[in-house]
């Protein structure tokens, strides 16, 4: 398969997908690997936006804090800041709106899990953009290309917005803080390409 220009950049955002849902996920010795080896690597490409690449640079810069597990806890589990979409934005419908776009892909949550958390709809754009990118004709991409765009403009934008303005007012650490500027720069950024070639 050749990886053209537009296939690459597919490719470098479900990487950037990936980083941020790890980032958010509980940040166990594997995790917190996964998310060192992902910002290594995407730190190598001079193909995302300087603003993304700041925040990324800064971001490494916060990889060892030995308090990263500790206030995940305190935030996330004793904090009560909501993971999901559904107590996020407030959406009556998330849960099984999101369900759908998920079984149209052939993704889904963990059983017990919710489907409308931030980090398993970052995973899954981190598949849509994989789908797109090796999308085996026109029609594929188009139809992937089109949910990418709707799951960013109905579901994940406002979301990432809000929770990140939740953490981003409080006294999180400088490793949530910065991941929290990162997802609203880069999703933000995604929306406004996906508009224009939408």
Do not use: W
């Not at 935030?75 to 149209?104: K, L, M």
């Not at 953490?167 to 880069?186: H, M, N, Q, R, T």
Request: charged share 25%.
């Amino acid at each position: 398969m050749v990886i053209t220009n537009e296939s690459r950049s597919h490719l470098l955002a479900a990487d950037m997908y990936r980083l941020l849902s790890a980032g958010l996920s509980y940040p166990d010795n594997e995790m917190l690997k996964s998310v060192e080896s992902l910002t290594t690597e995407l730190l190598k490409e001079n193909e995302l936006p300087a603003g993304v690449i700041a925040k990324l640079q800064a971001f490494a810069g916060e990889l060892n804090d030995e308090r990263i597990a500790a206030e995940y806890s305190r935030i996330f589990i004793q904090g009560g800041v909501p993971v999901t979409e559904s107590h996020t934005v407030t959406s009556f419908n998330s849960v099984s709106d999101v369900a759908a776009f998920y079984a149209a892909f052939g993704f889904e949550a963990k059983s017990g899990e919710s489907p409308d958390s931030i980090m398993y709809e970052l995973e899954f754009m981190a598949l849509l953009n994989i789908k797109i990118a090796i999308a085996p004709n026109q029609e594929a991409r188009s139809v992937t290309f089109e949910a990418y765009h709707d799951f960013l403009k109905e579901h994940l934008l406002e979301f990432s917005q809000k929770f990140s303005k939740k953490i981003l007012s409080g006294d999180a650490i400088p490793y949530f803080k910065l991941l929290c500027e990162l997802l609203v720069i880069f999703v933000e950024g995604e929306a406004m390409l996906a508009e224009g070639e939408n």
